[in-house]
């Protein structure tokens, strides 16, 4: 079953985000994830305030590996950019089974 990665980010130094951007992508690609939409625009219906200045989905052949993504190693270390200059939050969904 697929697992799945939401993230909704609000950039607050778009400058030091960079940092985040130039490590990320090898972190997630090294647990096959496939990018499924990604960018800032996008309208937010409900919700709690702040609004996130971008939004990503990924798709990872499993629940499990979509969550050995975000605790490897690799994307800690990435996630470390990101800490000082946005806030995100990031959500792990299990797909549903194929038929």
């Not at 130039?22 to 309208?43: H, N, Q, Y």
């Not at 969904?93 to 194929?98: C, D, E, S, V």
Request: charged letters at 20%.
């Amino acid at each position: 079953m697929k697992g799945y990665w939401i993230a909704h980010v609000l950039v607050e130094d778009a400058n030091a985000y960079q940092n985040y951007l130039a490590s990320a992508p090898a972190a997630l690609a090294a647990f096959g994830a496939k990018m499924l939409s990604r960018g800032e625009d996008f309208t937010l219906l409900e919700g709690n305030l702040p609004t996130p200045t971008r939004a990503v989905v990924f798709e990872f052949d499993s629940y499990e590996t979509a969550l050995a993504c975000y605790h490897s190693d690799a994307y800690q270390e990435a996630r470390s950019h990101r800490l000082s200059c946005a806030d995100a939050t990031i959500l792990i969904l299990k797909g549903l089974p194929q038929a």
